[in-house]
């Protein structure tokens, strides 16, 4: 029968559309993966990856395996030109990641930062920024762009055209809003087509 592996197909896609892949120091980032995970449901998106916890070649398998990738990382390195999240992700976006491009060109990409627009307002979550720059130059379809009010910020990174690159979140000064803005982001992701086939 056809259906049979047809059927079978689209449930495996199904179970894995949405990687989500994150970095962090002190857990914030991690804290947010989860929630975004929450947000999508299991069945939807995969249980969120420690970019530092796989091999170089295994997150380059594991980022193919995907439809949609969520991306997020923190911003640790103050002013610092490039490699500001502190992270794995810094050796893999310069190094690996720009030789992935027949693979990843094309993949549905959305990304998350953590920061502190209070104490780093003129470096807010530029991390996110570079990373977005990475798979944007790999012609990822970039989705998740977020307004910027109900932010301090002087400067970020993570500035395109009058909005962020994506979902910025600040788990020192304003957490409260940390977990209904990332419902907003995901129900964004999902008009803006993150599950169309
Ligand atoms: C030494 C230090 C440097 C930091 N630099 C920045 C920065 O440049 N920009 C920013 O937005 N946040 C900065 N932060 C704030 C962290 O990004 C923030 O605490 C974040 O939630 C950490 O995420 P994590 O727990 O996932 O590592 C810095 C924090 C520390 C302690």
């Known amino acids: 029968w056809v259906i049979a592996p047809q059927a079978q197909r689209s449930f495996t896609r199904l179970d894995a559309a949405v990687g989500i892949f994150y970095g962090t120091c002190t857990g914030s980032t991690s804290e947010a993966a989860d929630l975004i995970h929450q947000a999508f449901g299991s069945g939807v998106a995969a249980e969120p990856i420690d970019v530092d916890g796989l091999t170089d070649d295994a997150l380059a398998a594991s980022l193919k395996e995907h439809d949609a990738l969520i991306v997020g990382a923190p911003t640790w390195n103050t002013g610092a030109e490039s490699e500001c999240s502190g992270t794995g992700w810094d050796k893999f976006y310069y190094s690996k990641l720009p030789a992935m491009k027949s693979e990843l060109s094309g993949k549905k990409v959305a990304v998350f930062g953590l920061g502190d627009q209070?104490?780093?307002?003129?470096?807010?979550?530029?991390?996110?920024?570079?990373?977005?720059?990475?798979?944007?130059g790999l012609?990822?379809?970039?989705?998740?762009?977020?307004?910027?009010?109900?932010?301090?910020?002087?400067?970020?990174?993570?500035?395109?055209?009058?909005?962020?690159?994506?979902?910025?979140?600040?788990?020192?000064?304003?957490?409260?809003?940390?977990?209904?803005?990332?419902?907003?982001?995901?129900?964004?992701?999902?008009?803006?087509?993150?599950?169309?086939k």
Do not use: P
Not at 180 to 187: E, H, L, M, T
């Open 118 to 136: 209070s104490s780093y307002s003129e470096y807010f979550c530029d991390a996110a920024g570079e990373i977005w720059d990475v798979f944007n």
């Open 139 to 196: 012609d990822c379809k970039m989705l998740g762009a977020w307004s910027q009010d109900g932010y301090e910020h002087e400067d970020s990174k993570s500035i395109r055209g009058d909005k962020f690159c994506g979902l910025l979140l600040d788990a020192v000064n304003q957490e409260d809003m940390t977990e209904d803005r990332v419902k907003q982001w995901v129900a964004q992701l999902i008009d803006e087509g993150i599950l169309a």
